[in-house]
């Protein structure tokens, strides 16, 4: 199966045919971006963890054990928008993404390369503006940034930091637009849309989302900024304003918002499961479509974030079906991925067990969903910390258990280096045991009535604060580990073949790490994707 | 007191709607439990059972079963199905307060809660109701955004800056309940929580007329009526510069547009503050401005003595 490493060692590849710092900040390599990428996020996920750690310490006495109540309100404002605005969103489409969508449809590069480093500056540049907010005294306004709070009352710094999520914005809209053009324009003679991978289904899906959301929020706050700049009437009854307008406005961008996260990582673990099963995705054409439609649905739910604000119950009602409506695609990819181990062979490498998790957690995440569609139990749990756990269970059981299954996957591509699988298995079952025992309680605790974004709390709740905590720091260290032997193995770790899994797709067809120029020559696909049950001649004549 | 006292996974149920929702959310656990169940061990079934055995399997192709996608969607369509109609009905009942409640005003502000009964009796952060009676909670907060949440009702209701929002509860049980703020607010959010007593009806009239015996709310509202000067144009025989109020409340007014609006409190308050949005039929837009000039408890006031002239009983109002 493997290809024969025909040039002489040194072999000229992307990570050695440039040195200096000149030749990564001025790339418009799509690999090298895509490490360009990897580093930011990597720092700005650190940061938001540590904020994470310092709050759930603090949680561990009824009364506060660790900070002020203001200070306390500014760390999980400030997780939430690292972690949101500057670690998932760019996570998947901008690392995993931009080092694959050319070397899965067989292109040198995305089809604006220039415009491609251009996303990473705008990236940069948000960054920082957060980041300055943060050091000069960070923000309290919550990740959602509510009004009249945010726009009047709040005293902290909220148009920095707003800014810094308003640039980091126009990042996104220039990687999704890349994408599509890329997905459209550049795909290898053969490469017909129902032979792609599905992370390209996934990819094509979240990048539609990402150009159609992102502007509206960038909207939202300009005219936050005028009204909190210029004192201009538009949230703010005081002012003459509407209060709820924001909230339907953020919704309408935050909550396709959500499907940014989660869609890329339903990608990466098709490529996952297929790889790890050696089976050909079940059902191909619903798992892609379920994408589709789950893009589409997206943004006809927003109002399910706002059942218990006095909205019409009749508007409640439509956004409550609609919600329903967008777990069915949810669940049949569910079902797909699980067919698929059906009669496969499969191993249990580290890649196959964050996807593993991801299905198992993205369940209970799809599922406690449904509590909060329902709005006879969402008037209960909605601002509770049965919110906070069901969005952790997508956002981190599901979205980073597939970056994170996605990076183990693909690294001996990216860095041409094996890392030591046993650290990786124990690893993945560090963050699946530690990420249970933080967030189950919380759905107990949010059942049970206590509401999210208190700096203290009356002490019936502390059992399961506690057990949150204790979880937190299994967690924590659990993230620690694939750092420390991730960078252990681009010097020490042995030396990656090109096809070290057995997969299937052009990415593994070039040699680790690819060339500058991806292929040697542009490659010819004549099969469909997943085609683990055809003979290697056929599949090898790509090549 | 050990740390863990008061440990407990359900939450206390004191209100008429409570079981009903707890019923559908024990429905939505089993549900979750089944598929979560189900995945789990078919996973972990074909994990073992088509473990990879050597380097040469080569599993056969199956391309997938259109009769399992329809199952597939069906099973789940069919469940969502059955959990929004269930949930929908349950929440259209319980968003309709029943005729005959009785009316408690609650105005939030950084960070407290003031709770005002009608007889008078102004509480901070605490709320006295009977057992065994419907009560109406009308809610307005005097600066950002608040959220009023009895965890044992099952009741929440956002508190918004600028318009009157609503919920209703009947406790069903004595006892003390506690309440929170369940929208972020600032600083001291976290401090911003109270305690319902619900008590029996007789030790609630005993509450009620015991303490300070203050004025009662329509009272006050008379009062302020007399002292802003409202009485010189707002004349009850009708013969004033402005509409007599007497037996207005929950009345149609027609207005100068063609338009015709139900006297309620959001129509009285825009009147109050922004008094050129809504102009009465046969009456010229004079009326200056009171924004600035009176308070959300002070408006509270003026709405009770309204409501005091008379007018329509209360509908069961539309949620």
């Known amino acids: ?543 | 007191m050990p740390w863990w006292f008061g440990f407990s996974i359900h939450p206390e149920r004191a209100s008429t709607i409570a079981a009903g929702v707890d019923h559908l959310h024990y429905f939505l656990t089993a549900i979750t439990l089944m598929f979560t169940a189900i995945i789990f061990s078919i996973i972990f079934y074909f994990a073992v059972k088509y473990r990879r055995r050597s380097e040469e399997e080569k599993p056969p192709k199956i391309e997938g079963s259109l009769g399992l996608e329809i199952l597939w969607t069906l099973i789940p369509t069919l469940l969502a199905a059955v959990a929004f109609v269930w949930s929908s009905s349950l929440y259209f009942l319980n968003s309709r307060p029943p005729v005959a409640a009785l009316e408690i005003f609650v105005i939030g502000k950084q960070w407290m809660w003031q709770l005002q009964h009608p007889e008078g009796p102004r509480e901070i952060n605490e709320l006295h109701v009977p057992v065994g009676r419907p009560i109406r909670l009308t809610m307005i907060s005097q600066d950002v955004i608040h959220d009023f949440y009895v965890p044992a009702f099952r009741v929440k209701k956002d508190v918004l800056p600028g318009r009157y929002s609503s919920l209703w509860f009947q406790a069903t049980k004595t006892g003390r309940f506690h309440f929170f703020c369940a929208q972020y607010c600032g600083a001291q959010h976290a401090g911003m929580i109270g305690w319902v007593y619900v008590m029996t009806p007789l030790d609630y009239e005993q509450w009620l007329s015991g303490g300070v015996k203050g004025e009662s709310m329509a009272q006050a509202g008379a009062r302020l009526f007399g002292q802003l000067g409202c009485i010189t144009c707002h004349i009850p025989d009708g013969t004033g510069r402005g509409p007599a109020l007497v037996a207005l409340w929950g009345k149609p007014v027609q207005l100068q547009d063609g338009r015709t609006v139900i006297a309620d409190e959001a129509y009285i308050r825009e009147s109050i503050l922004n008094p050129a949005a809504k102009i009465v039929k046969g009456y010229a837009p004079i009326m200056p401005t009171f924004q600035g000039q009176v308070s959300e408890e002070q408006i509270l006031q003026l709405l009770a003595f309204i409501k005091s002239l008379g007018g329509e009983e209360r509908k069961p109002a539309k949620p």
Not at chain 1, 209 to 221: D, E, H, S
Not at chain 1, 394 to 412: C, D, K, N, Q, R
Not at chain 1, 456 to 473: D, H, I, K, R, T
């Open chain 1, 1 to 543: 199966m493997s290809t024969v490493e025909t040039s002489v060692e040194p072999r000229v590849h992307y990570l050695n045919a440039d040195y200096g710092l000149k030749s990564w900040l001025l790339t418009t390599d799509h690999k090298r971006i895509a490490l360009l990428y990897l580093a930011s996020i990597t720092f700005m996920f650190f940061v938001g963890g540590a904020f994470a750690v310092l709050m759930r310490l603090h949680l561990i006495e009824p009364t506060g054990a660790l900070v002020q109540p203001e200070t306390y309100n500014k760390l999980f404002t400030m997780h939430g928008v690292i972690m949101i605005f500057f670690f998932l969103i760019p996570s998947i489409p901008a690392v995993l993404g931009n080092f694959l969508v050319p070397l899965m449809i067989g292109a040198r590069d995305l089809a604006f390369p220039r415009i491609n480093l251009l996303s990473w500056y705008v990236y940069v540049i948000g960054a920082t503006f957060t980041m300055y907010a943060v050091i000069s005294g960070g923000v309290d306004t919550g990740w959602t940034f509510y009004t009249p709070y945010s726009s009047t009352y709040a005293n902290t710094h909220v148009m920095a930091t707003a800014l810094g999520v308003f640039v980091t914005g126009f990042s996104s809209i220039l990687t999704g637009l890349n994408f599509i053009v890329t997905i459209h324009k550049m795909r290898a003679p053969g490469m017909t849309w129902f032979r792609m991978p599905l992370f390209l289904w996934a990819i094509y899906a979240t990048s539609m989302i990402m150009i159609l959301g992102t502007p509206v929020l960038a909207i939202t706050i300009v005219l936050l900024a005028l009204e909190r700049l210029l004192h201009v009437g538009i949230f703010d009854p005081a002012l003459g304003g509407d209060p709820l307008l924001f909230q339907h406005m953020f919704w309408f961008y935050s909550h396709p918002a959500v499907y940014i996260m989660i869609l890329p990582g339903m990608g990466v673990v098709s490529e996952l499961v297929t790889c790890f099963s050696r089976k050909r995705i079940f059902g191909y054409s619903f798992v892609a479509f379920s994408s589709v439609a789950i893009a589409v649905l997206s943004f006809l739910v927003w109002g399910h974030h706002m059942f218990v604000t006095g909205q019409s119950i009749y508007a409640g009602l439509v956004f409550s079906l609609l919600s329903f409506l967008v777990a069915i695609p949810s669940a049949i990819k569910v079902f797909n991925w699980t067919a698929t181990l059906y009669k496969g062979s499969v191993s249990y490498q580290a890649p196959m067990l964050y996807a593993m998790g991801f299905i198992g957690l993205f369940t209970m995440g799809g599922l406690t969903g449904l509590f909060l569609a329902s709005l006879a139990t969402d008037v209960h749990l909605n601002g509770t910390y049965f919110i906070v756990a069901h969005f952790h269970y997508i956002m981190v059981g599901s979205a980073v258990m597939a970056y994170l299954g996605g990076i183990h996957f693909w690294w001996p591509k990216i860095s041409g280096r094996l890392y030591p699988d046993g650290w990786a298995r124990f690893a993945a079952l560090v963050i699946f045991i530690g990420f249970n025992l933080t967030f189950f309680p919380q759905f107990m605790l949010g059942y049970l009535g206590m509401p999210r974004r208190y700096a203290f709390y009356p002490q019936e709740f502390q059992v399961l604060n506690v057990m949150s905590s204790a979880g937190a720091s299994i967690l924590g260290v659990g993230y620690l580990i694939p750092l420390v032997y991730l960078i252990w193995s681009m010097r020490y770790g042995p030396v990656a073949n090109s096809n070290p899994w057995g997969a299937k797709g052009l990415e593994w067809k070039t040699a680790s790490p690819p060339p500058t120029d991806n292929f040697e020559e542009t490659p010819v696909v004549s099969e469909e994707a997943y085609g683990y049950a055809t003979d290697e001649i056929q599949s090898s004549a790509a090549l």
